[in-house]
């Protein structure tokens, strides 16, 4: 079974300023799929980007952008120019693509705070 | 489409009762799956639906609990006999069609409050 790691539990920037989320993964599988998923105080899960892991370019959305690193079994979340709608739970979450019967494995959470 | 609905958005009922909750997929998805999510946890799987059959069931859904998804569309989520550890909110997703069959997208879930 897969395992997803937050270390960070909390994490708080100013606005505009440029922050990065830590995720870990523990897996066996070789082909699988990556997520960071936010879900603001309305707690509406929202997809916020992916990385498929047989691809070595990382994965781009607008301000929001990952760091893959397959080997160290790391995807970490980076978010430019940060905006106070940003604000929310950060997921990590993990999808073995072989099937996806059990569906997303996710991590705690880090529930990241954008201050103005 | 709307997207994923779900109904009730909260339910409060007393130890003992049963409860029903109701989703409503993205209708050309045709996948379909439960999470249950506590306060300050990541959302844990439940209960996963390909059209209308239930391929997988995780040890976390006890024989309380029980999920259907007739004729492959919307599901329900019933739980049997609550106890106060069954207070958490559920979520559900659906994925599929067009957005492909690894992308899940959430209803805004039900949360259960069980005195």
């Known amino acids: 079974a897969q395992t997803v790691t937050q270390s960070q539990p909390e994490m708080s920037v100013q606005e505009a300023e440029t922050v990065t989320l830590s995720c870990t993964y523990d897996?066996?599988?070789?082909?699988?799929?990556l997520f960071w998923y936010k879900q603001p105080p309305s707690r509406q899960m929202i997809l916020v980007i992916r990385?498929?892991?047989?691809?070595?370019q990382n994965a781009t959305e607008n301000r929001f952008s990952v760091n893959f690193q397959k080997a160290a079994k790391s995807f970490s979340l980076k978010i430019s120019d940060s905006q106070l709608g940003d604000t929310a739970m950060y997921f990590c979450?993990?999808?073995?693509?072989?099937?996806?019967?059990?569906?997303?494995?996710f991590g705690k959470g880090t529930h990241l705070i954008i201050q103005p | 489409d709307t997207g994923v609905s779900q109904n009730p958005r909260h339910k409060i009922t007393k130890r003992g009762q049963n409860v029903t909750f109701r989703c409503d997929p993205i209708?050309?998805?045709?996948?379909l799956y439960w999470y249950r999510q506590t306060l300050g946890q990541g959302p844990e799987f439940l209960t996963y639906f390909q059209n209308e059959a239930q391929l997988e069931k995780s040890r976390l859904l006890s024989d309380r609990f029980s999920a259907e998804r007739p004729k492959g569309s919307f599901s329900t989520l019933e739980i049997q006999r609550t106890e106060q550890g069954d207070s958490a909110m559920y979520l559900c997703a659906s994925a599929g069609g067009a957005s492909g069959a690894n992308v899940l997208t959430f209803g805004a879930g039900s949360r259960l409050t069980v005195l």
């Open positions: 897996t066996s599988e070789n082909n699988y799929y």
């Open positions: 990385q498929e892991a047989y691809k070595q």
């Open positions: 209708s050309e998805h045709n996948r």
């Open positions: 979450a993990f999808l073995y693509s072989g099937g996806g019967a059990d569906g997303l494995t």
